[in-house]
């Protein structure tokens, strides 16, 4: 998957947390999600309201979530392990397993999505 299907797939399944996504379709998402976060930060410098990243951070919120959802379910994990994420330690071994391939094949959340 490349930079635009991911960015496509993250809007088309907005709150879709059914399903699985792959290591391409979640860091393409992420790295979207920094580079939004960014633009919207230098327009914001130079309007010098926070509007611009008030409204880009409420926007990929819940697609943000659920294409980490879906990444859990692609390594056959419940998205219950995303909570980990709130502990110190916790959100660095989330991106240990997010740097991991899935599962091959078909698993309990659906088939492989490559």
Known sequence: MDFAQAVRSGFKNYVGFDGRASRSEYWYWALF???ATLVAGVMDSFV???FFSGVISLGLFLPSIAVAFRRFHDMDRTAWWLLLSLTGVGGLIIIIWFCFPGTVGPNRF????L
Do not use: A, T, V
């Open 33 to 35: 999600s920094i580079i």
């Open 48 to 50: 010098g309201l926070g």
């Open 110 to 113: 659906g088939p492989d999505p």
